[in-house]
């Protein structure tokens, strides 16, 4: 589930609710909808300021099935707001091999400076597995059910810490290593950290670093493709994101490389996860990245 909303401040009333005014441009309205699945809607920032913050809270934590319940703190949005720009998104798949509760246990994690107990969760399975040469990391893929979606996993070795994959790591690079043809199925015992992530970002200062300065200035903000009404500036982005990994599953809110299968002495390749890794979740038919995040400590 991947939901937006846009919100505008005005000021025509909505009975016994907020304020209303339809200023968007239709055209603009059915092309968010169709292209983005986004809807837009207007408040009255400047004369309910909390009942507007508790109303986008509301939208969000309806959507995401309350896993993201405040996407907008407290003061996050007052009397001279103009335009907030929200993101919530939640997924929620089931491993195609769901792990056993029962072999879940108590495990060491190690991160560089200390080591933490974490429930770790333990499966033997047929799963596709490589190694990175250049970084000196396992690459793990746990499919969900119907194969359309999957985690990857970079799982540096004990003695490589996870910042040099970080470093070496672009979009092309991860094509490469992650390459389902680079990979090769076999019987895996893995060993995967139970987790849960939810992460809240304020992209402004992240959009200037990239150039998008405009939007945020009100004498040079141009949004008239959106709306007949001028200079009217971005006050707000916001992203929040929650990702809960367990045994059913996981919740949640052209480089040349060298790849080659990951084996070992073992009589079983083994993909233990007791250190930090990246995850990705992947959509196989557009090789799109819906979700990614880091697990650095407990």
């Not at 907008?72 to 091999?97: D, H, Q, R, S």
């Not at 079983?268 to 990705?280: I, K, S, V, W």
């Amino acid at each position: 589930m991947f939901e937006n909303r846009r919100w505008a401040e005005d000021g025509s009333p909505l009975p016994g609710t907020l304020y209303q005014k339809t200023s968007f441009h239709e055209a603009f309205k059915e092309s968010c909808q169709k292209f983005y699945q986004a809807d837009l809607e207007e408040l009255n920032f400047s004369k309910d300021t909390e009942e507007c913050r508790k109303h986008v809270n509301d939208w969000v934590t309806e959507k995401t099935e309350g896993k993201i319940s405040e996407i907008l703190g407290a003061g996050a949005i007052g009397p001279l707001t103009k335009l907030v720009l929200v993101n919530a998104t939640y997924f929620k798949g089931k491993w195609n091999e769901q792990f056993d509760r029962k072999h879940t246990r108590g495990m060491t994690f190690k991160t560089n400076k200390e080591k933490k107990t974490v429930q770790m969760m333990f499966k033997q399975a047929e799963y596709k597995m490589g190694y990175v040469e250049e970084v000196h990391a396992q690459v793990l893929e746990l499919p969900y059910v119907e194969g359309v979606l999957s985690m990857l996993i970079l799982l540096p070795d004990d003695n490589t810490d996870l910042a040099v994959v970080e470093k070496a790591l672009t979009y092309e690079k991860f094509r490469a290593w992650t390459n389902p043809e680079k990979l090769t199925k076999d019987k895996v015992q893995v060993f995967l950290p139970r987790l849960k992530l939810e992460e809240s970002y304020e992209l402004e200062a992240f959009l200037r670093s990239l150039g998008m300065t405009d939007a945020f200035e009100e004498a040079k903000a141009d949004f008239s493709g959106m709306s007949a009404k001028k200079n009217v500036p971005m006050s707000k982005v916001v992203h929040k994101c929650f990702v809960e990994v367990n045994e059913e599953g996981t919740e949640a809110a052209a480089a040349t490389a060298v790849v080659r299968n990951s084996r070992c002495s073992r009589t079983e390749p083994r993909f233990c996860a007791d250190h930090p890794f990246l995850f990705f979740i992947r959509h196989h038919e557009t090789n799109s990245i819906l979700f990614c995040g880091k697990f650095s400590s407990p």
